[in-house]
């Protein structure tokens, strides 16, 4: 069921990157009527999945009056923040382990692979490119000082983690470092940059500006993280100003997706995870 997991998920990317309407919602409802026939995910899951893709469509194809414009994208946020946050009815994400320990000193924690929050990514994609630029690049880096500037972004954000007693140094390969990459790329990165970066910083900067925006954003995706500790929405406000400034200096949302992945790999690779016990 991993394999169908997989595949799932990259699916839903790549339709989502399809700019004819027909690849992209036909496309989309295909993967979830196949996710239920082989059971994958449950029927009331599938049935309310293909509500949000028809919700999708609706908003990308018809214009409303002002005020009915604004009811639809409220439901629309509240439906999709439900999908970030794994509590739709009838969802039951695919369990690979029930408790596991990474290495050794970290707490355990539950290893799954979701299958919600790569439909909001699939949404945003209708209207925030991937690889395209999406906003005008601000600062004007020259081409080495990016690379560096990231390098360093992770390494303070790591040893503010460590000095707030989130994580030790236990550098190693754990089993399943693979399948987290892979599931870590598809279900999070891709889905959380394209919520908090590619949507509401872009969104913000329209109205208060670059620096403002930033902050804002950040500290949301801060707050998202709150199941962990006040320590560790810190850390998180902090990741967010490096991926949000990375979207900034690059203009394209796939510089802060692949950021985010290379600091939960490092993470992953060098330290205690998710944190110490």
């Known amino acids: ?22 690849w992209r919602h036909g496309g989309a409802m295909a993967v979830l009527l196949l996710a239920g026939l082989v059971g994958y995910a449950t029927w009331l899951f599938v049935l309310l999945a293909l509500g949000y893709v028809a919700l999708t469509a609706w908003m990308q194809g018809q214009r409303l009056p002002l005020w009915a414009q604004a009811a639809r994208i409220a439901v ?17 994400g695919l ?26 990514a699939w949404a945003l994609l209708g209207w925030v490119p991937l690889f395209g630029r999406s906003l005008t690049p601000r600062g004007q880096l020259p081409p080495w000082a990016l690379p560096l500037s990231v390098a360093g972004g992770v390494g303070l954000l790591m040893a503010l983690a460590a000095a707030l007693g989130l994580i030790d140094w236990r550098p190693g390969l754990p089993a399943g470092f693979w399948i987290f990459a892979v599931a870590n790329l598809l279900n999070t990165c891709v889905a959380e940059e394209l919520l908090f970066r590619g949507m509401l910083q872009r969104w913000l900067m329209a109205r208060w500006g670059a620096a403002l925006a930033l902050v804002a954003a950040s500290a949301l995706f801060g707050i ?23 979207y900034l200096w690059t203009g394209r949302l796939v510089w802060a997706v692949l950021v985010h992945w290379g600091l939960n790999l490092t993470h992953l690779l060098l330290f205690t995870y998710p944190m110490s016990a």
């Open 1 to 22: 069921m991993l394999a169908f997991g997989i595949t799932y998920s990259l699916l839903l990317i790549l339709f989502g990157l399809c700019a004819g309407a027909r």
């Open 76 to 92: 629309w946020l509240v439906v999709s923040a439900g999908l970030v946050l794994h509590a739709w009815p009838g969802y039951d």
């Open 95 to 120: 369990a690979l382990v029930e408790a596991l320990v990474w290495k050794e000193g970290s707490l355990p924690t539950g290893f799954y692979f979701n299958h919600d929050k790569v439909l909001v």
């Open 224 to 246: 998202a993280h709150l199941a962990g500790g006040g320590a560790f929405v810190l850390v998180a406000f902090g990741a967010g100003l490096l991926y949000g400034l990375v």
